[in-house]
Nanobody, 124 residues
């Protein structure tokens, strides 16, 4: 079982940068594929970025490719999401998620571990 807690959200202006962090506890983090999702009211929860257990392979949605970067530190049990050049359309609740499989899944259903989310609001 892995427990996840997100932090780092807040209110920023368009063009700013923000770094979200996800702290994990429990056993299994080192072998879990981790991801960030976001929930926009009326749109459901969508994939943002994912990273495999060794941290050497990442995936991004086309909407954030080139502006967001996902990192993980297995020793510290953290997964961060660096978000640059923020735009108002990225306003959402961001969730950290994990699954005990090797590959990144762009769908949310296979992720067993979820945090409670952190709100990111970008004003234009």
């Amino acid at each position: 079982q892995v427990w996840l807690v997100e932090s780092g959200g807040g209110l920023v202006q368009a063009g700013d940068s923000l770094r979200l962090s996800c702290a994990a506890s429990g056993r299994g983090f080192g072998a879990a594929t981790m991801a960030w999702f976001r929930h926009v009211p009326g749109k459901g929860r969508e994939f943002v970025a994912g990273i495999r257990a060794p941290g050497t392979y990442t995936n991004y949605s086309s909407a954030v490719q080139g502006r967001f970067t996902i990192f993980r530190d297995n020793a510290k049990k953290t997964v961060d999401l660096q978000m640059n050049n923020l735009k108002s359309e990225v306003t959402a609740v961001y969730y950290c998620a994990g699954r005990a499989f090797i590959t990144v899944d762009f769908g949310q259903d296979s992720y067993q571990y979820w945090g409670r989310g952190t709100q990111v609001t970008v004003s234009s």
